[in-house]
């Protein structure tokens, strides 16, 4: 069973934005800890953003002044908001959960499925 679900990838030039999403309201605990992570193949996965339960953030050196990762508590769902993409940031990107501190580590234990970001000109 599927508990959170990732929205709003797809293909954007260098220099664009996009907005992800993760609906988290089917998440037990869904008042604890969430990060998104990003993956291309062959290498690890890694944290680029993560909130807590009082909405502290922590994000990657080389996103920070570009994403901002946000909570909308009401309807569960955070949000990943990306701009100056560059093509270095193609990846599939991944939302994750757990009622333990991570941060950016990729030791949460619900994940998506995942949804693909394409930088390219």
């Known amino acids: 069973q599927v508990q959170l679900v990732e929205s709003g990838g797809g293909p954007v030039e260098p220099g664009g934005s996009l907005r992800l999403s993760c609906d988290y309201s089917?998440?037990?605990?869904?008042?604890?800890?969430v990060g998104w992570f990003r993956q291309v193949p062959g290498k690890e996965r890694e944290g680029v953003a993560a909130?807590?339960?009082?909405?502290?953030?922590r994000y990657l050196d080389s996103v920070k002044d570009r994403f901002t990762i946000s909570r909308d508590k009401a309807n569960n769902i955070v949000y990943l908001q990306m701009n100056n993409l560059q093509p270095e940031d193609t990846a599939m990107y991944y939302c994750?959960?757990?009622?333990?501190?991570?941060?950016?580590?990729?030791?949460?234990?619900?994940w998506g499925r995942g949804t693909q970001v394409t930088v390219s000109s």
């Open positions: 994750a959960s757990d009622r333990l501190k991570w941060w950016l580590l990729p030791r949460y234990e619900i």
């Open positions: 089917k998440w037990t605990y869904s008042t604890y800890y």
């Open positions: 909130i807590d339960k009082d909405d502290e953030t």
